[in-house]
């Protein structure tokens, strides 16, 4: 192969898997997390999470402050497991699933203890961050919301899943990202950027959605556009549904835009990585609507070349931010 080649060599992936577990035994150590057991339950949850949102780990492994990855990735981890029961198999199977799963994350948010590593990485981070609580309270109060969808008839449809499943699964690891403090702003933030992720992920999932039979798009929305669900599931590549797209990816930008300007999403410790998941967003945005009515056909991701951007100019601005706490904590020299 050429020098250029993207494929590593044995040697040079031994290398990175070492760099890599290195850094990941520095944050459990920098979260306090000493006990072997429970080093191995985190493990896990790193495992699962690097496996199924790499991108999502990557950006956290090199933006966030080492003592709040494992936690982090540990509310990631309940987040997409959530989203695999409610999601997979037969709507009979997922009741009794995510069922079984509520009633085994209350009665260790009870007894502080578990026989699920899951579970108990869960109860060590509400430790650790007692806000994370409220946030798991309020997710699996409202989560069955989304057993019950197939589609929207209006906006306020849409809005209202919104406020009941996707703000609140959002908020179990935006929780640990924020202020220590919230009057409210924070949370308005995360909504407001809920907002916009959401509709984009539904337009930019039609491909995936529609043999489900699921429908993110509000019927009225269809309806403006004079396109048919039928239409849609033909994969009728008609002007109208190139319309519908921009309209949709369109109103989604207007609320990553508003969310990236509000300076509250980036005041916490996981603020670099909130803005740079903001930028990320943009660019699928901007690659969705490139793609157009071809999106029946396949969903359209970020261009690796300006992901990586967005993250190498977060790692810049957090290594700027850690310099100026360390310049802060340094005492001064007064010579005596």
């Not at 004079?226 to 797209?245: H, I, M, N």
Request: proline share 5%; with cysteine.
């Amino acid at each position: 192969m050429s020098g250029g080649s993207l494929v590593m060599s044995p040697v040079g992936s031994e290398r990175l898997y070492h760099r890599h577990m290195s850094v990941w035994r520095r944050s459990l150590d920098a979260a306090g997390i000493r006990e072997p057991g429970l080093r191995s339950d985190y493990g896990e949850q790193r495992d699962l999470v690097a496996r199924a949102r790499r991108t999502s780990y990557l950006a956290a492994r090199l933006l966030l402050p080492r003592r709040l990855l494992p936690h982090a990735v540990a509310a990631t981890a309940v987040m997409h497991h959530g989203d695999d029961l409610l999601d997979t198999g037969p709507k009979p199977q997922r009741i009794a699933a995510w069922a079984s799963w509520e009633r085994r994350v209350r009665e260790g948010l009870d007894s502080g203890t578990s026989d699920d590593p899951l579970i108990r990485t869960l109860l060590h981070t509400a430790q650790a961050y007692p806000r994370l609580r409220a946030a798991v309270e309020e997710y699996l109060s409202t989560a069955t919301t989304d057993l019950e969808f197939t589609g929207f008839a209006t906006e306020a449809d849409y809005q209202a899943y919104v406020d009941a499943y996707s703000l609140p699964a959002f908020m179990l690891v935006a929780s640990l990202l924020g202020p220590e403090s919230d009057d409210g702003g924070f949370r308005a933030a995360c909504r407001t950027l809920m907002e916009g992720s959401q509709r984009l992920d539904f337009v930019n999932d039609l491909a995936e959605d529609l043999p489900e039979g699921r429908l993110g798009i509000p019927a009225e929305t269809l309806a403006r556009f004079s396109v048919t669900v039928e239409d849609l599931a033909a994969g009728r590549e008609s002007a109208g549904v190139r319309e519908l797209v921009e309209d949709q990816v369109e109103a989604a930008r207007v609320c990553l835009r508003a969310a990236r300007d509000l300076p509250v999403l980036g005041e916490g410790p996981g603020g670099v990585l909130l803005d740079s998941v903001v930028g990320i967003e943009l660019l699928t945005a901007d690659a969705a609507y490139a793609r157009g009515a071809r999106l029946l056909r396949g969903s359209a991701s970020p261009p690796v070349p300006g992901t990586l951007r967005v993250l190498l100019r977060g790692r810049r601005r957090r290594r700027g931010r850690d310099s100026s706490r360390t310049a802060v904590a340094r005492p001064v020299n007064t010579g005596g």
